[in-house]
């Protein structure tokens, strides 16, 4: 994991942060008004967003992450090559958790897929950016290659 400055950002990354952050104002968060924003580049080259939304069971709330990744299933494409969300850390880093992880590993082959991360402050202001990678978010990850004879 190391921290980046929105200097080091690249023009792919820069539009995904945009999306991102104005997804999140659309997550529907009530309960824990805890509001993710989440942009997937697809293989594609098309950018996907998901924001969170939750339900008054407190079971059925989908994930920004998973939201972006069906969207980007939904469109077609089974390849992430970057993920990045949005997200309010006030007293530790903020990464995705681990059912978003395993959904990310789901589409790709690539230990080292780049996931930043991007954490606000109380008033949604950029704190801290991090960037890290599935394998270092979800070592020895679960895969099909676990139980099927390919
Ligand atoms: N949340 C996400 O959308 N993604 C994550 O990886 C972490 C948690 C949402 C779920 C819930 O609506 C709120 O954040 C608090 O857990
Ligand atoms: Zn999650």
Do not use: W
């Given at each position: 994991?190391?921290?980046l400055?929105l200097?080091?950002?690249?023009?792919?990354?820069?539009?995904?942060l945009?999306?991102a952050t104005?997804?999140?104002?659309?997550?529907?968060?009530?309960?824990?008004?805890?509001?993710?924003g989440?942009?997937?580049?697809?293989?594609?080259?098309?950018?996907?967003?998901?924001?969170?939304?939750?339900?008054?069971?407190?079971?059925?709330?989908?994930?920004?992450?998973?939201?972006?990744?069906?969207?980007?299933?939904?469109?077609?494409?089974?390849?992430?090559?970057?993920?990045l969300i949005v997200l309010?850390?006030?007293?530790?880093?903020?990464?995705?958790?681990?059912?978003?992880?395993?959904?990310?590993?789901?589409?790709?082959?690539?230990?080292?897929?780049?996931?930043i991360s991007v954490n606000l402050?109380?008033?949604?202001?950029i704190s801290k950016i991090y960037?890290?990678?599935?394998?270092?978010?979800?070592?020895?990850?679960?895969?099909?290659?676990?139980?099927?004879?390919?």
């Amino acid at each position: 994991m190391k921290t980046l400055l929105l200097n080091d950002f690249t023009e792919i990354e820069l539009q995904m942060l945009e999306l991102a952050t104005t997804v999140r104002e659309n997550a529907y968060a009530p309960y824990s008004h805890f509001r993710v924003g989440a942009a997937v580049l697809g293989i594609d080259g098309e950018i996907y967003t998901g924001c969170n939304v939750e339900s008054a069971d407190f079971t059925l709330t989908s994930h920004a992450e998973c939201v972006a990744i069906d969207s980007m299933v939904k469109h077609g494409c089974h390849e992430i090559k970057l993920l990045l969300i949005v997200l309010e850390s006030l007293h530790a880093p903020s990464f995705p958790c681990g059912l978003c992880r395993q959904k990310t590993s789901e589409f790709t082959d690539n230990n080292d897929l780049k996931i930043i991360s991007v954490n606000l402050d109380s008033e949604s202001k950029i704190s801290k950016i991090y960037e890290t990678s599935l394998n270092e978010l979800l070592p020895n990850r679960f895969t099909s290659e676990n139980f099927l004879n390919l």
